[in-house]
Every structure is written in structure tokens, then in C-alpha cells.
């Protein structure tokens, strides 16, 4: 990646950047259609046109098994000699070969099947259309595309497809001319391993085969077109306006399929959703059925959830992660990561919607860290405070791992990253709607207060590194834009589906879970808009979902355990292991202040029990917040406060009874 190409296109673009050196093998004898545009880095509609061609790549993603979008930058030297021998002269350029050019310019028909043709309407882009398993180049003739109108590139990318013949037909495209109405209609109470999905759509449609190549990547539905000239089909199934979806399970049944708007994003969008419907994976990767039942050796029962719902005990597990596991890989913290520890305190101690044993746990911890002197401290320090060690009632974290919302069909699936990308969402979601909570915190006036913390606790403590890169890339490029509470909450929605889109279909996706843009139409169908054939996003109706979604009435107690133990002696052989014993802390108290009002929530995330992954060192005694006093040093204590005290009333008592003596002696009557 050269730096000129660098400045519209990158490698975390949907597109595939191009070269003199891969552009021949790759576009020729591939198993997949082509659409490269030649540019020029220097070209000023080049750099306006950057973001809808980014855009356009974006909306057909999934389409890459069938025909895949490419870049090559003629303003780059060494590529000079590839655009001379391809005739590019203007820029964008978009070239399609002679045969294709002069059959979609035609009058609209391929094979004996009839297509509307499309007319140019401006120069502003030219294509060049490579057929899959195209063995010899063809620099063909130029094709003047529409401007910006990414509905119409999209429709000749599915013209293109067509065009293709049963011998160079992309080996992974499904059929996209119309089903037999006797094949449809033979499905009726069949019984089947996937589900069947039929758009009924009239001749110039395109959402039937757009929906089509939309669900490629996925397994367990195939979906057919049909078209509302079938009178027979459109009777026999009940459909009287198109377009139209019908939907034939597994078990047999059918019935029409009821999405919210009749556009290809939310019908895609519902069959990406259906039960037993996932993204394809190798053979390498587990099938969901397997990965369930084996979920690498454990016992895991599988909890029932409610995905409009987060779930406290996903929040609650991720906290007992971060504080007990993740933060043990640091044995001692200071400087930068004594800093960034103490912000993520403060900003969860004074936002956090949880129960009143948990906030106040973190409520101490706080007050322990602001009050403490010392430049560093021991994790075991925080460990200590965060197993309740000194015993302080009403403080308690679980040490039960349980992922609901969050939990995978594995363990080494979502879990942790899952719940703390849900934290952060639930705390910058608080900050919005409890804009005085970080009072008299010094990060009472800063918008960015949550997502900084977010950022350098991620680059600080957050096990994968390469996660951490990419988020911190993200912040670079645009979080100094952020400008408001509300800002940052959409700031964060942003780059969560950023990151779902660069991962779907890597090995680290759960199948069970595809990730995809979110919140997905059946959550949020006013979230979902189609502008000239490109979906689109409401935000005014995204940040007022997401404040719903995220709001602490919306976070359910469910699966969370009412019980815990009560403060007392602790166990022998059970302490953790004691750290230097010159740590001197001031003015540890539990802190009495209330718990902020949250406490009648729903659920979202996690199921699922483990260990906390800290081994505890075995020896007598107990540690004291790493202090390094045990239970002898405390029983010594008990018995010299005793004795002082027993001394300090002889003492009293003795002086009081010589000053008696002493007035009766020296007392003068008066005559």
C-alpha cells in the first residue's frame, strides 16, 4: 500500500486495492466478476467520490463470492503502464469489455431474457466490468455510469452477473433468473433441512436478486424469486401487492413474511436473523450444534435471553474479568497505568447502573485510590478490595463468570470483549442522561470523559493488542469530533458496527451470532431508511433507541444471585498473598453515601459459571489490602487496644484518688 493510494483508499476500505503487479492475476481466470475503477489520488472528483465508492463497496460485501470491487490509482508511477494498456484517460474511470459494454447498452436482453437497459447520464465514472474466469485480458470500451447514484451501479453489477453464461457463471452465485411456479408450489408441507424464502416481485424489480446475493455468505436458507405475472403462484400463496416475501420452514410450514418496510435491507436483514441461519464458516471453525454441545469440555446450560434486553449479569461478569483476571497481568501499577486505572474507577463508581453491593464496592474502591499517597500500588492491594477482604458489609462482586446476552456458542467465543463493548455503551449512555454524575471529578465538562477512558484503558490493560491498535486508530481519526454527551454515544455506535463489519466472517465471529450492523430492523425498524437504493441510517432515532436500549430500565436482574456472604472470619488456608508490608493508607472507609437509583432493571448478556483465574497464594493468616498483616497480627493488636485501655482507666483512677487526697490535706477551714 503506497502513500498516494493511501489518501481515498486504505486496507480497512471494503475494496480491494489494485496494482500493476496483482491487477492481471488477479482479475483474470478468477473465480469471481470484477468491477475496478481506475483513479487518480490528485483527481478532485476522485476524492469526492471516495466515500460513495467506499459506500457502494460496503452495501455489496457480501456479494464477493460472486463479483468483488477494486481500486487501481494511475496517479501512482508505477502504475502508469497498466492504465496506458487499459486506455484510461479521465478519472474516475469505470471499463467495461466490448461484449458486455455492447449488451448492457443494447436493448436489454441477455440470452432471450428481458432486462431494462440503462442509459448514462453523466462522465463522471467509468467501469471496467471483468466476466469471472476471463483467461485472456480485454481492455473493451469505456462505460459512462451515473454519478453517485449508487442504486444504479448496484443494478448493472446484478445486469453484469446475468450476462455471464452457464460456462463462466461464478461457481458460488445462485441462480438468479425466476423460479417455476410448479417448483415453488411443490415445496408446500415439505419438510426441510434450511428454510426457503421466495420474493415474489414484478419484472423490473431488482430486490429479489439483490436479496439473493445478499445472503451468499449464509447457510440454512436459500431464497428464490418469483414474479407477479405467475397468477397461479401469487392466488396460491395469498399475495396480492409485491414486492412481496414468503417464507417456507423447515418443519413444513409457510406463511407470507412480515418485515416492517417491503425494501431489500430489512428483508435481508430478517433471514439473516432466522434460527439456525449463520454466516458460512471452514471446515476448521465449529458449527454452532457442535460447538454448543461440546463448548470445549464445560457444562455450560444454555440461558434464554431477550436481545431487546441487556442483562446485569453480563455487565457484572465483565467487571469481575477485568478486576480479577485481566488487571492480574499487572503485579504492580503505576504511572500512566495507576492514571488510567483511577479514571475507569471514577468513571464506573459514578456511573454504573448496578446493584447497591456492587456500586458500592466500587464506591470504596474509589475513595481507597483517591485517598491513597503512593505513587504505586500492588494488584493484590486491589485484589483484597476487590474479594472484600476487609470485610466491609454490603460490598460484594460475584465471582461467578455468567454470560447471557453475551454468551457464545463456545466459551472462546464473544463473552468478555461482548460485555465490555456493553459497559461502555451503558456508561456513555448514563453520562448523557446524568450529565451531573462526574461532578466535582475534574471530567464533569468533558464530553469525551467515557470514551477516553474507554480508549486508555483499552490501550493499557485490554489483552489483545491488535483490538487495541484498531480502536486506537479509530480514536485518532475521529473522536476529537465529538462535541457532546449525545455525540459520544453515537460516536461509540459508530465504531461498534465499524468493527462488526471489518470482523464478519473472520474466525473469531460466533455462526450463531453473525455480526452485522446494529441495531438490526426488528429492534429498531425506524433506525432503517432507504435513500436512491442505499440504506441509511436515522440517527435521531438510533441515539433515541440507543438511550432506551441501555438505560438502566432496560437492564434486567435476571440470572443475577440475591444472595452473598455476609462479612465474617475468614476461612484458614483461604488468604491471598500478603504484599509489602510498607503500604500505609489513609482514611479506608466503606462509603455510606446511596446508591444511585437503578436498581428495578432487565437483562442482556451472559450465562455461564467459571472460576475467576486468580490462584490465591495458600498460607496462614489473612492479607489486609496488602497490607501484609495477618490474623496473629490482628489478635495481637485486639489484645494491646485491650490493654492500653485497662492501663489508661488504673491510670485515671489512680490520679483521680491522689487529687482527693491532696485538697483533703491541704484544705484551710474558715473561722
Known sequence: KHGQTARLYTEEDPVVILTSDSLKQTLFNSSTAWLVQFYSSWCGHCIQYSPTWKALAGDVKDWSQAIRIGVLDCAHEKNFDICKEFSIHFYPTFRAPVQEYQAINASGTWDGIHRK?????????CYSYVKAHVTTPDIGKTYRGADRELQTVRQLMVNFLQNHTRQDWPASCPPLEPARTEDILSLMGQKSEHYTAVIIEDGDSYVGREVMLDLMPYQGVVVKRALNSEKLLMEKLGITTVPAAYLFHPNGTHAVMEVQKRLRFFYSSFLKLLPGVHRKQSTSVQQPAEAANKSHGSNEVWKEFDKSKVYMVDLESGLHYLLRVELAAH??????????????????????????????????????????PLEKIPYNAILDLANNNMRISGLYLSERVQWVGCQGSSVALRGYPCSLWTLFHVLTVQAASRPDALANTALEDDPLAVLQTMRRYIGTFFGCRECGKHFEAMAQESMSQVKSLDEAVLWLWRRHNQVNARLAGAMSEDPMFPKTQWPTPDLCPTCHEEHDGLHVWNEDMVLAFLKQHYGAANISPKYTSDSHPE?????????????PS????????PSVESVPKHQKQTDLNG??????????DLRPGVSFLGLGFSSVDMSLCVVLYAFSSVFLMLMFFFFRVRSKRWKIKNHRPFV
Open 117 to 125: 437497459p440503462v442509459h448514462a447520464k453523466s462522465n463522471h465514472g
Open 331 to 372: 503485579k504492580t501499577l503505576e504511572g500512566e497505568e495507576l492514571k488510567t486505572f483511577k479514571e475507569f474507577v471514577t468513571v464506573v463508581a459514578k456511573l454504573f447502573p448496578g446493584r447497591q453491593s456492587v456500586v458500592k464496592l466500587l464506591e470504596t474502591l474509589l475513595e481507597w485510590l483517591v485517598s491513597l
Open 567 to 579: 462479612p465474617g472470619p475468614p476461612a484458614p488456608n483461604k488468604a491471598v498473598a500478603a504484599t
Open 582 to 589: 510498607n503500604i500505609h493508607i489513609k482514611g479506608l472507609k
Open 607 to 616: 450465562a455461564g459459571d467459571g472460576g475467576s483465574g486468580v490462584q490465591k
